[in-house]
């Protein structure tokens, strides 16, 4: 089991939290640091100092870390056009030393998309959209070196592309789908995921999932072990009850839901916790740390957790 670093910076974090934690990470042997792509807050914290744009900052983690690799979960495909996404994401690849991982979703926050003049079409629209992306960002990144690329979309219409640049991961960086949509979510994934990730959902519901994209595997002729497997979830660790209410209480959260719906408790807690997804079949757990200051957690976790795991 890898245990990687999740952060959700539109809560309220600068670049230079982001940089500590992501070194702290990094250091203390987690196999990743990803952030949230949003625009803005959720709940009622403050959300200062305001919204990090989340490429603008993988490209400085790029060069302010050495080691981890880095990525979305999930980049929104509202917010941007697939080929200078591909752009983007190729070029982030190339200042990390091909260390990143492209997270990507239909977008669900309506508030974000309203509050920053961001289009916001309906659900079948954005899954429309979604997969159309999918298609030109593999395209671009996947077209020979001095050959061009075409895409005849509805959405995103491409025409003789030099696609370039091209990021240094080849064939391509690793792509993650994620979500609990019955349907298209399985079908996309089988077709384009490197992993597939599964958002704060218990135990019965990541064997169902996963057991609907293994289904769209094997439909398509897809071996289904071709995919990394992961979950996501908040952690709150603690080597005392005292601890842990004291971090839990620092989220806004009560421990004895944290234990329900989380990673919560005592390091031993924590591990059992992890090899029932484990048996579940997953192969990767993202921390979702929401108090960025407290490294202190992330080597507590690194510490007595990790090498259980």
Same mark, same amino acid.
């Given at each position: 089991m890898e245990l990687r670093i999740f952060t959700e910076p539109q809560q309220g974090a600068s670049y230079d939290q982001l940089l500590a934690v992501a070194r702290c990470a990094e250091d203390a042997g987690y196999g990743a640091f990803f952030r949230s792509? $949003?625009?803005?807050?959720?709940?009622?914290?403050?959300?200062?100092?305001?919204?990090?744009?989340?490429?603008?900052?993988?490209?400085?983690?790029? %060069?302010?870390?050495? %080691? !981890?690799?880095?990525?979305?979960?999930?980049?929104?495909?509202?917010?941007?056009?697939?080929? &200078?996404?591909?752009?983007?994401?190729? =070029?982030?690849?190339?200042?990390?030393?091909?260390?990143?991982?492209?997270? !990507?979703?239909t977008g669900w926050y309506a508030e974000e998309h309203?509050?920053?003049?961001?289009?916001?079409?309906?659900?079948?629209?954005?899954?429309?959209?979604?997969?159309? =992306?999918?298609?030109?960002?593999?395209?671009?990144?996947?077209?020979?070196?001095? =050959?061009?690329?075409? $895409?005849?979309?509805?959405?995103? &219409?491409?025409?003789?592309?030099?696609?370039?640049?091209?990021?240094?991961?080849r064939p391509r960086p690793p792509i993650l789908l994620g979500g609990m949509g019955p349907k298209r979510t399985p079908r996309l994934a089988a077709r384009y995921a490197d992993e597939f990730n599964l958002p704060f959902v218990s135990v019965e519901d990541t064997v169902a999932q996963f057991g609907r994209v293994r289904a769209a595997c094997a439909a398509i002729g897809r071996d289904a072990k071709e995919l990394t497997w992961s979950n996501a979830l908040v952690v709150c660790c603690g080597r005392t009850e005292e601890e842990i209410a004291r971090r839990a209480a620092a989220i806004g %959260?009560?421990?004895?839901?944290?234990?329900?719906?989380?990673?919560?408790g005592t390091p031993a807690e924590i591990v059992e916790r992890i090899g029932r997804y484990a048996e579940a079949g997953s192969q990767r757990i993202y921390l979702q740390i929401l108090d960025l200051a407290d490294l202190d957690h992330l080597e507590l976790v690194a510490a007595e957790v990790l090498p259980q795991v």
């Open positions: 792509d $949003h625009y803005l807050k959720m709940g009622s914290v403050s959300g200062d100092p305001g919204p990090t744009d989340a490429w603008i900052t993988l490209a400085g983690l790029a %060069r302010d870390t050495s %080691r !981890i690799r880095l990525g979305t979960l999930m980049t929104a495909a509202t917010f941007r056009l697939p080929g &200078p996404l591909a752009i983007a994401v190729a =070029q982030v690849d190339a200042m990390s030393g091909g260390r990143v991982e492209l997270g !990507i979703g309203t509050a920053y003049g961001i289009p916001f079409p309906p659900l079948a629209e954005r899954f429309d959209r979604l997969e159309e =992306q999918l298609a030109v960002i593999t395209g671009l990144w996947t077209t020979p070196a001095g =050959q061009t690329f075409d $895409h005849a979309g509805r959405y995103y &219409p491409v025409t003789a592309s030099p696609a370039l640049p091209k990021p240094v991961q %959260r009560e421990p004895a839901e944290l234990r329900a719906n989380g990673l919560a």
